[in-house]
């Protein structure tokens, strides 16, 4: 059984964030546009799983697919939020926009590897299994995520000290 306690009151405040956001005037920039995209993805990733859970707790009465679509669905959102969170940083760091191939490939591989990693989870066990009886459990690929977050922290820390000159002070204070 899933504990749901936490649920409620991560969304009350993700919409207070977004609340006071809004409440704001703000000129349509992209750090300001990275923001709302992150808190309103990390909305939707905190109901998807949500919904997931609560489909694997009454698998019974659902098609076995539609538990893996579901899944697939949250892992999905999972990932996007990773990478959300990394443009965020590049927004922030002032990266030029202007990238080479071999800068788009360093930063999107991992994150486009893992999305087909985790869509194959519809025919076979990559990220997730689900027993016949229900049960819920890690596939054998399942590091891949922390592996892609790792990668990303690790890029936006690297991009946080090669830009760190053109970070704007009134981001951090």
């Not at 923001?35 to 707790?57: A, M, Q």
């Not at 076995?64 to 996007?80: A, E, G, K, T, W």
């Amino acid at each position: 059984m899933w504990n749901y306690d936490l649920v409620l009151p991560n969304c009350v405040i993700i919409c207070t964030f977004l609340a006071f956001y809004f409440m704001q005037p703000r000129l349509p920039i992209k750090i300001n546009k990275a923001f709302v995209i992150i808190l309103l993805l990390d909305f939707i990733t905190i109901i998807s799983d949500v919904t997931s859970t609560h489909c694997l707790e009454y698998f019974s009465h659902l098609p076995p697919f539609f538990l893996r679509v579901q899944n697939v669905i949250y892992f999905i959102l999972f990932v996007q939020r990773i990478i959300c969170f990394f443009m965020f940083t590049i927004a922030i760091v002032g990266k030029p926009s202007r990238k080479s191939i071999g800068s788009i490939v360093l930063d999107l591989f991992p994150f486009i590897v893992l999305n087909i990693i985790i869509f194959l989870n519809l025919f076979t066990n990559t990220i997730f299994c689900i027993s016949n009886s229900g049960e819920y459990s890690q596939g054998p690929l399942h590091f891949m995520i922390y592996v892609c977050a790792f990668y990303y922290v690790s890029l936006s820390i690297i991009y946080t000290f090669v830009y760190r000159k053109q970070i704007n002070k009134k981001y951090l204070f």
